[in-house]
Structure formats: C-alpha cells, structure tokens
C-alpha cells in the first residue's frame, strides 16, 4: 500500500523559511514524477512544484511562476522522501500543502494526472 506523508508546514512570519517532506512508503518513487501542490481556503488546488527524472539528464525541475526563485524541490532517493524548501515566504503562500507522486511526465502540472496523494500539512505566512 501506498502511502505519501507529509511534514514541515507550520506558522512562520513573512520572509521566512519552511522545508517540507514528503516521506513515500509502500513502493519506490526516484524515477517518478513527483509534485507539490496547494490549496488556498475557497481556491482551488494549483500546481506549486515537480520533478522529474528522464534518462539523458537525470532530474529535473518545473515551478509555478509564483515560487520561481523561491522555492526548490528535491528528493533523497536513499530515503525515499521529497522535499520543498520555500524561502521568502509571502502571506499569499497561506494553504495547505499536498505532495502528490506518479504524475505524467509532459503534463507534470496538471492535478489530475497524478496517482498518489498525501493528506496535507498547513502552512500559515503571517504578515
């Protein structure tokens, strides 16, 4: 069975910092697409961060304009974890943050796409 737990979120003040993590059990996921997403109260869920591995280059990273230069995601294969470190945090990254795992590959920002979910971890930026 898989499962994607999450971890990290928290209230942190604006211009602040929050490592997230994203620990996956039941199967391995380092040649996956794996994805950030969150949902804002009465939003819908949007595409936050993705990667992806592919046999030329290894992995790669995608970000939604909004985290461009603030956000990195990474994964620690040996640990089976994935992570979304975000810097500079603005009252408007306020929402609660789902990783999500075995995406597709071209379509890595679409929700729907992707199979496994986690249950979420809140993040609250205060201004």
């Known amino acids: 069975q898989v499962q994607l737990v999450e971890s990290g979120g928290g209230l942190v003040q604006a211009g602040g910092s929050l490592r997230l993590s994203c620990e996956v059990s039941?199967?391995?996921?380092?040649?996956?697409?794996m994805g950030w997403f969150r949902q804002a109260p009465g939003k819908e869920r949007e595409f936050v961060a993705a990667i992806r591995w592919n046999v030329w280059s290894g992995d790669s990273t995608s970000f939604a304009d909004s985290v461009k230069g603030r956000f990195t995601i990474s994964r620690d294969n040996a640990k089976n974890t994935v992570y979304l470190q975000m810097n500079s945090l603005k009252p408007e990254d306020t929402a609660v943050y789902y990783c999500?795992?075995?995406?597709?590959?071209?379509?890595?920002?679409?929700?729907?796409?992707?199979?496994?979910w986690g249950q979420g971890t809140q993040v609250t930026v205060s201004s």
């Open positions: 999500a795992a075995n995406g597709d590959f071209s379509r890595y920002y679409e929700a729907s796409y992707y199979v496994y």
């Open positions: 039941g199967r391995t996921f380092s040649r996956a697409v």
